[in-house]
């Protein structure tokens, strides 16, 4: 393959001879709950119990004998103790009798249906009810959420808020997880200077950095910084080297366009294996990928929407296989689209877009201006509009996909 000439490729058969080359890591650890936050389980999880544990009741109210209960008028039923969330009832609920019940509390012997506090009549030791009451109604039974022995979580999820309170629900107060990723990353470019810097003639501030940080923090991976790198060759290979040393995953920008000042290409042919891909999307065609030593290496184009937009859609599926995530295609919406959107056959286009309503109607409409320099579009939008390569201009009111940032994470 000459460099110059890389060969166009579908973003499907990128995508699919990225995942097919990454080993997701091995490497697992022990935590406990809290601990495990964002991280990736790596262990099937089984309920050691019953969940609820016991038959309990689902109101603050009254437990009674269904047997009891009038098909028609009135019954008046003795009202023999309490039992507390916590402090159940020793006793039995006999005939024309019951218990003063609270929410969560343990349904007592004989007892097998709830009245609610609101639809009895108390006097002292005694209630009365009406009719229209169902049998078994307002009672948590054992098992109704999770069966003992029944597999709660699979391995390759992602440990949120729910997963921490379902485990804590089951006792479980440990979890094998994988370890943390390590990623590293360095921008490249003579006219990149780091914030803090004064800018000279014909210099822009490195903002890709700043954008693969806050995208990789999101996902939980532990951050090398190498700052920006200047376009020579012994600064680029050196930048290289210690990145692969660091991290499982090494992101760079810029410097991978055809007919650039190119040592990252060089470099790499000389430390890895690495291919250099025109992909058939819009922005981010030139892409980068393979290993330098034991590290993944993805070399995101240098225009910063174009970063960020390879990085979501090439990167992030690679990065989740890599974790040992699930795979989880993020979410898709078919939406009218108030905006007409030009676009040329050829080449997948990820516009950005704003998700909004119209009335009740969720539609979806252009941020404006989609050169793959502006950054403010990515940051004024909420969504990317994905139109397929063969599509041509968009009409204003077509149906288009949209993806909702919110999901891709
Ligand atoms: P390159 O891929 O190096 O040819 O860069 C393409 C465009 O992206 C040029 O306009 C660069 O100035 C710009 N660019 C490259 N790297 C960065 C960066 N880290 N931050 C902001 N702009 C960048
Ligand atoms: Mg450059």
Known sequence: ????????????????????????????????????????LAEPIHSPLNVPPYQNSAMDGYAVRSADLPASGNTTLELIGTSWAGTPFAGEVGEKQCLRIMTGAKMPAGADTVIMQEDVQKTDQQITIGDGHKAGQHVRHIGEDIREGAQVLQPGKILKAAELGLLASLGIAEVQVRRPLKAAFFSTGDELRAVGEALEEGQIYDSNRYTIFGMLKGLGVEIH??????????????????AAELADIVFTSGGVSVGDADFVQQTLEKLGTVNLWKIAMKPGKPLAFGRIDDAYFFGLPGNPVSAMVTFYQVALPALHKLMGQTPHPPLQLKLRCLDSLKKRPGRTDFQRGILDYEGNELVVRSVGAQGSHILSSMSRANCFIILPAEQGTVKAGSKVEVQPFSSLM
């Open 1 to 40: 393959m000459t460099p110059s000439h890389p060969p166009l490729m579908s973003l499907e058969q990128a995508l699919e001879q990225i995942l097919d080359s990454i080993n997701p890591i091995k490497d697992v650890e022990t935590r406990g709950i809290m601990d495990a936050f964002g991280r990736i």
């Open 225 to 242: 910084d190498l700052g920006v790198i200047r376009d020579q060759r012994e600064e680029v290979e050196a930048a290289f080297s210690r």
